[in-house]
């Protein structure tokens, strides 16, 4: 083996461990318009559920950014009970602006009600979660991030065994 290839080889073993701690930096974060192209609107009187079907055919993680478009309403996120009640004298976010950004910045359940009267008795209001992120998310469907690790783990492997074993 050459002096070229050992040093090669020293390089990679030493850049390898490094890489690997990035992985935990490039995980992706998604955008998500509530309720697809209708937006934030009392859902029709034979679908009142649309929110929570659109939030469970969606899988949120941290770092994803929901966002209501509206007119001539608000957004509001409540307890679960204030939610089931369609309280809206609690919440503890308020956004009447039409285009609201909610930044999802904790893994737990949110609850979402329309602030306008009579709207949430109508069906606008949403349960949406956050899963918890973990090293098994991938298996179950969730984001998937490509890491810089996967990538360079690849390179780096393909570099090594003709380094080591040229053809």
């Known amino acids: 083996m050459s002096s070229s290839s050992s040093s090669m080889i020293f390089l990679l073993f030493l850049l390898l461990p490094i890489f690997s701690c990035l992985q935990h930096f490039s995980m992706a974060s998604f ?8 937006g934030w609107i009392v859902p029709p009187p034979n679908d009142t559920n649309i929110y929570n079907d659109w939030a469970s055919n969606n899988r949120f993680q941290l770092g994803d950014t929901i966002y209501f478009s509206y007119k001539k309403d608000s957004v509001m996120e409540v307890s679960e009970r204030d939610y089931k009640e369609c309280n809206a004298t609690h919440p503890t976010f308020f956004s009447n602006i039409g285009n609201t950004v909610f930044k999802l910045e904790h893994s737990r359940t949110f609850y979402f009600i329309s602030g306008a009267s009579g709207h949430c008795e109508k069906g606008q209001k949403m349960i949406l979660r956050v899963m918890v992120q973990d090293e098994h998310a991938k298996s179950y469907g969730y984001h998937d991030a490509i890491t810089t690790y996967g990538v360079f783990g690849m390179v780096s492997f393909t570099l090594f065994w003709n380094v080591l074993i040229p053809l």
């Open 31 to 38: 955008d998500f318009q509530v309720g697809g192209t209708k």
